[in-house]
């Protein structure tokens, strides 16, 4: 099968992994769960799994490789705060400070920015 269409996907946390098995056909995630979530792709749609943290998503179909990626990615979206989650390669996020108001480097910051450890 020559593939036309990629879609790249990068799980980012401790201990999240996938792998896939049946030739392409089903990918199992471990993203941080105790137990593995699976996912069939639908026909033709191949995954490969470059590293256990990078996955490739390829067909002929854009539409139905796009689908994939986007079930994938919407069982653990990034985390806005750590940015922990699955996330496409070409995905740019901004991370948000905390909404409590400080920093967990202000503590230790003095007024002229430089590190002061309080004993």
Known sequence: MESKFFRFIKLVGVGFKARKECEGR??????????????????????????????????????????FAGAVWSYKPPEVYKGKGVLYIDEVMKLSRRSDGWNRLDRFLGSSGVLVLIC
Do not use: S
């Open 26 to 67: 089903e990918l199992f995630l471990k993203p941080g769960y105790n137990h593995d979530v699976q996912f069939t792709a639908p026909p033709h749609v191949r995954v490969f799994c470059f590293k256990p943290n990078i996955v490739c998503c390829t067909g002929l179909d854009k539409d139905r490789v796009h689908h």
